[in-house]
């Protein structure tokens, strides 16, 4: 079979046999991917420095019966900065994960290729807090990947804003506090956690972590970030437990 040629955000990587690697890429294209990097594990071979963990390389593959082989690899680009705290580190593993359960294919991968390796920029680069790229990311790759909210306006009385509101983690819906207090519920999001939302889920996506909050509105946008995409994942994540020890 003919050989496919893709860039590729590696995502995971388990170790094979004495030498070799078994890795999940993310690609624009073909989505997410399973490959062998036969040899990568050797320091002098072809494969060793293109295949690491969130390196972001150009791949040909070749298909096999269960899984791609690589054949050869170049390096685009390595974010040498997530090495250099444990949080970015961390953060960067909660998010591979993320992305490795939703699976995006078609549209939705070459989208979240591109928020994965931006917010890995930021986050290697120590350009926004850790929080405020988790938030971003948690929250606009559901949206790429089929989860994206009802935020229009309140779903029982049409209110756009003004005061608090309250996101439904589940179905999805918007409620003004009103509304939200006649069903028993207490509002999670102020004026500022609102428009973050928003801002986050709907805007073109060069310009979705261009926003500042309050330390208070940043506290609720992350917390419903976070439940938002851990509800809808519908999967414990391994390195969601971790990250919560060094990124409270």
């Known amino acids: 079979m003919d050989a496919i040629v893709t860039p590729g955000l590696v995502l995971r990587e388990v170790k094979y046999r004495e030498a070799d690697k078994i890795i999940t890429l993310l690609t624009p294209q073909h989505g997410v991917v399973t490959a062998l990097a036969k040899g990568s594990l050797r320091l002098k071979n072809k494969l060793f420095s293109a295949c690491g963990l969130f390196c972001y390389s150009e791949f040909t593959l070749f298909p096999g019966k269960n ?3 690589v ?3 170049q390096i685009k680009n390595v974010f040498h900065g997530l090495s250099s705290s444990v949080e970015a580190m961390s953060l960067a593993m909660y998010m ?5 359960t939703l699976e995006p294919t078609g549209d939705e991968a070459a989208s979240v290729l591109r ?3 931006n917010s890995l920029y930021l986050l290697s680069e120590g350009r926004l807090t850790p929080q405020q790229i988790k938030a971003v990311f948690e929250l606009r ?7 994206l909210p009802k935020l229009l306006c309140c779903a029982g009385c049409s209110k756009y804003d003004g005061g608090a509101f309250y996101l439904d ?3 999805g819906d918007l409620l003004c ?3 939200a207090v006649q069903q028993g519920k207490s509002p ?3 004026a500022g956690a609102l428009y973050a939302v928003r801002h986050i889920c709907l805007v073109e996506e060069k310009k979705i972590f261009s926003f500042t909050l309050t330390p208070d509105s940043m506290r609720r946008l992350s917390n419903v970030a976070e439940q938002y995409a851990l509800i809808h994942l519908d999967k414990p994540l391994k390195s969601y437990d971790f990250l919560k020890t060094v990124l409270p």
């Open 169 to 171: 983690l589940v179905e």
């Open 115 to 117: 928020l994965t390796l």
């Open 71 to 73: 054949d050869e690899a």
């Open 96 to 100: 591979a994960e993320t992305v490795a």
């Open 188 to 190: 999670n999001l102020d």
């Open 67 to 69: 899984m791609f082989t």
């Open 141 to 147: 790759v559901m949206s790429e990947c089929g989860y």
């Open 177 to 179: 506090a009103d509304c």
